[in-house]
């Protein structure tokens, strides 16, 4: 919901980072590729106990996310870096809520395993029909240029990682945090559910 509103803040300055990694030889694979351990290593330290190294992480996981595209774009964008970019979010996105389960399974395995549901129907709403507008030529430029149809809905990445960092802060609200926006997933999913069947019926 959030993250097409941030872009026009958020753009100009990854963008002018992007060209100063560009200039100096470094690859978008690279940059994701380097998110993504960031990523691994956020949800390894939360859950061997150490969770502000692991907020940490998370916000060092994010910035290397925006910079991937910027540096794609002040180089050259490819099909490859799109698919590692998509598919090594969804594995962190995954990974965080396991993290916290591993933690303390008692208090948190239920409310992470309806997380991970919720996470699992809003992203393949998201995944089927970028699939399908690409099939059916559809584009759209509102979360900025992206390697495939961005369809927006009430979780999107915005939300997601402001949510992790306020587990992060506050580990003892996770399965609340948790319940909630599982909630919030589920209505996002749904929505993207109607807006795809309503955008592919047929005529």
């Not at 309806?114 to 699992?120: D, H, I, N, Q, T």
């Amino acid at each position: 919901m959030l993250d097409a509103r941030l872009r026009p803040l958020i753009d100009p300055p990854l963008n002018q980072m992007g060209r100063l990694l560009a200039r100096a030889g470094v690859g978008p694979n690279t940059v994701t590729l380097t998110g993504f351990a960031l990523g691994m290593g956020a949800a390894f330290a939360i859950a061997t106990g150490y969770v502000l190294t692991g907020l940490f992480l998370i916000a060092l996981n994010r910035l290397a996310d925006g910079l991937d595209g910027a540096v794609a774009r002040a180089t050259r964008k490819t099909d490859l870096g799109g698919f590692l970019d998509i598919t090594l979010d969804f594995f962190f996105y995954g990974a965080i809520p396991l993290a916290f389960a591993i933690l303390d399974p008692q208090a948190n395995a239920l409310a992470a395993a309806a997380l991970l549901a919720s996470f699992y129907a809003n992203g393949s709403a998201f995944l089927a029909f970028a699939i399908m507008a690409e099939k059916n030529s559809l584009a759209t430029a509102t979360q900025g240029q992206k390697s495939l149809y961005y369809l927006g809905g009430l979780a999107e990445g915005t939300e997601t990682i402001a949510l992790f960092l306020l587990m992060a802060l506050l580990p003892g609200w996770f399965p609340v945090l948790a319940w909630g926006f599982a909630a919030v997933c589920l209505v996002s999913a749904g929505a993207r559910v109607l807006i795809g069947v309503r955008a592919l019926h047929p005529d």
